[in-house]
């Protein structure tokens, strides 16, 4: 799947192994056709650059100390968390929801 335009990914992730193993968490992403941001979850306000990746999404990235992988198919998106400290793994469930534009306003 390709990202084509700004859109809003957000689903619910679950840790596998390690700390607090069995807990549910939220993930929410703003992806458009060169950037990754975080909104929410243990990256939260960090900015990834797709141009040295894929726009496809089918990648592992680096982000600090941890290692996000990137598995889309249809319309979810599957992101694993590989997270050093704590030590956990988390595996999140994501779905799409296009951003509407909104007109900016200048103010004098």
């Known amino acids: ?35 990754i941001k975080f909104l929410s979850g243990p990256s939260q306000n960090q900015v990834i650059s797709l141009n040295s990746y894929s726009s496809h999404l089918n990648n592992s990235i680096a982000v600090m100390d941890d290692t ?3 598995q889309s198919q ?20 994501l779905y799409t929801s296009p951003i509407i534009s909104q007109p900016r306003f200048q103010f004098p």
Not at 74 to 93: A, D, G, H, M
């Open 74 to 93: 249809n319309s979810e998106l599957t992101v694993t968390l590989y997270q050093k400290k704590p030590y956990r793994v988390i595996v999140y469930k």
């Open 1 to 35: 799947m390709s990202i084509m335009a700004r859109e809003i990914w957000r689903g619910k992730g679950q840790i596998i192994r390690g700390e607090g193993e069995g807990g549910l968490l939220n993930l929410i992403l703003e992806i458009d056709d060169n950037t």
């Open 68 to 70: 996000w992988h990137f």
